[in-house]
């Protein structure tokens, strides 16, 4: 219920599953973290108006056009099917006409993620099980060497986070986990949220 009422709220269209079709070993299919999911975890996790979100495998847009609603912040989403991105991109037409007022960008890109360029405001990432871990390893070097480059703090934000992600996070990156949110009345243990923080005030985590 929750769906249709927030996809119409913000003039998209965002329920539903991608195709089979589409899957590969490497990159899942489309389906669109539940709204419900999304209140919850943002009763829990805040952002701020200097935040920069990126969306890596946006699908429609969900959670690009939710989190840009609700925080007014910079918004980019990266989508590699062409079908859905064009999905987002008309989505994005009809957000726009009913909620003109909002100044910040939302934008989508079509390519991979392993081959969006990590800009240096980008300080807030987001995740919903959108491919392997091979090519998880290589968006979290683009984005350490974008750290690098520009030195600051950084949260990754997974949701429904496969337990090979969780491993490399922790055991080869200057990530730590600092929050986890689950979901309540669900026996599923990856129904949850988990926030990797990269700190650039605490002097132990060295990249
Ligand atoms: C599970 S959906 C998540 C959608 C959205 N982030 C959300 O939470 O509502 C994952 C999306 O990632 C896309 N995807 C898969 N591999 C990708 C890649 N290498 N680069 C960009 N997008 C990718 C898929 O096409 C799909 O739309």
């Known amino acids: 219920m929750k769906e249709e ?9 965002t329920a539903g599953f991608g195709e089979w079709l589409y899957q590969t ?22 952002l701020d108006k200097k935040d920069k979100l990126v969306d890596f495998g946006c699908g429609r847009g969900r959670v690009a056009f939710y989190i840009h609603h609700r ?12 079908e859905t991105y064009e999905q987002a ?16 960008p939302i934008r989508f890109l079509y390519g991979p ?7 240096p405001a980008d300080n807030r990432f ?32 997974l949701y429904y986070p496969m337990p090979e992600y969780e491993l490399y996070l922790k055991r080869s990156t200057p990530f730590q986990l600092i929050k986890e949110v689950r979901l309540p009345d669900t026996n599923d243990n990856f ?17």
């Open 71 to 82: 925080f007014q912040i910079p918004v980019t989403g990266v989508e590699a099917i062409e």
């Open 113 to 119: 993620a392993e081959d969006y360029k990590v800009e």
């Open 5 to 13: 009422i927030y996809d119409k709220l913000l003039s998209i269209v």
């Open 89 to 104: 991109v008309q989505n994005r037409t009809a957000y726009l006409e009913n909620h003109p007022h909002i100044g910040a």
């Open 191 to 207: 129904d949850k949220f988990l926030v990797y923080r990269y700190d650039q005030h605490n002097g132990k985590l060295r990249i």
């Open 25 to 46: 070993i490497h990159y899942n299919r489309y389906e669109a973290t539940p709204y419900e999911a999304l209140d919850l975890f943002f009763q829990e996790y805040q």
């Open 126 to 157: 987001y995740f919903f099980n959108p491919f392997s871990i091979h090519i998880f390893r290589k968006v979290v070097s683009n984005i350490l060497d974008s750290i690098r480059e520009k030195e600051r703090s950084t949260d990754m934000i």
